[in-house]
Structures are given as C-alpha cells and as structure tokens.
Nanobody
Framework: QVQLVESGGGLVQAGGSLRLSCAAS??????????VGWFRQAPGKEREFVSAALRSTGGPVYADSVKGRFTISRDNAKTTLYLQMNSLKPEDTAVYYCAAVFGGISIAALRTARTYDYWGQGTQVTVSS
C-alpha cells in the first residue's frame, strides 16, 4: 500500500509559478514504482495527463500543453515527487493529482489515468487572468 498526499496548490496570477509536492508513504516505497506522474482535472472535464517519469528510463514525459513550462522531479530519497509549474496560464486551473504505478508499464501507457494504481487526494491550482 502506498499513500500519496499532494500539497502546494493555491491561487496565482497568470505568468506566476507554483511548486506542487507529493509526499509518499506506506509499506511499499515509491522508489520502486514503475512510474510516477501528475494529472489534472478541470471542472466538467476528464482527468488529463500532465507529466510522468518512467523508472526504467528516468526520462520525463510531458503533455504538449505544459512542455517547456512544467518540470517533474524527485528528491534524492525519491520519497517526494514535485511538479514545478512556471508561466502559468488560466487554462492550467484544475485539481492536480499525483499517481504511482507498480509492475510492468509501457511508455505508451504513461499518459493514461487508468494505468495508475495509487492516487493522492488532489490539490487545487487556480490561475487568475
């Protein structure tokens, strides 16, 4: 079992920055997760992929809408996942969720929410124009 808790959301003006954190705890260390990622969900919309990192390659994957503005990272102990968000836009407004999956996973599946086994409760990000 893995518990994920997001924090760092808030209200920010367009062009501003926020850093989201996702603290992991539980019997199974998130260090062994096959992949960890961030998704977001705006009111009335489906949950949308933002970014993920595959353990086998280490390389991050980003949605086109955030590429160049958002950066996914982990702390050295790999117990906390971060999402640095710069140049925020009003369309970035959503509840942001971190997620983790264990077991086999393909790069193609990284962008699909149902791939992930564990989810946090979400943190609200609101970007004003």
């Amino acid at each position: 079992q893995v518990q994920l808790v997001e924090s760092g959301g808030g209200l920010v003006q367009a062009g501003g920055s926020l850093r989201l954190s996702c603290a992991a705890s539980g019997r199974t260390s998130i260090t062994y997760a096959s992949a960890v990622g961030w998704f977001r969900q705006a009111p009335g919309k489906e949950r949308e992929f933002v970014s993920a990192a595959l353990r086998s390659t280490g390389g991050p994957v980003y949605a086109d809408s955030v590429k160049g503005r958002f950066t996914i990272s982990r702390d050295n102990a790999k117990t906390t996942l971060y999402l640095q968000m710069n140049s925020l836009k009003p369309e970035d407004t959503a509840v942001y969720y971190c997620a983790a999956v264990f077991g086999g996973i393909s790069i193609a599946a990284l962008r699909t929410a149902r791939t992930y086994d564990y989810w946090g409760q979400g943190t609200q990000v609101t970007v004003s124009s």
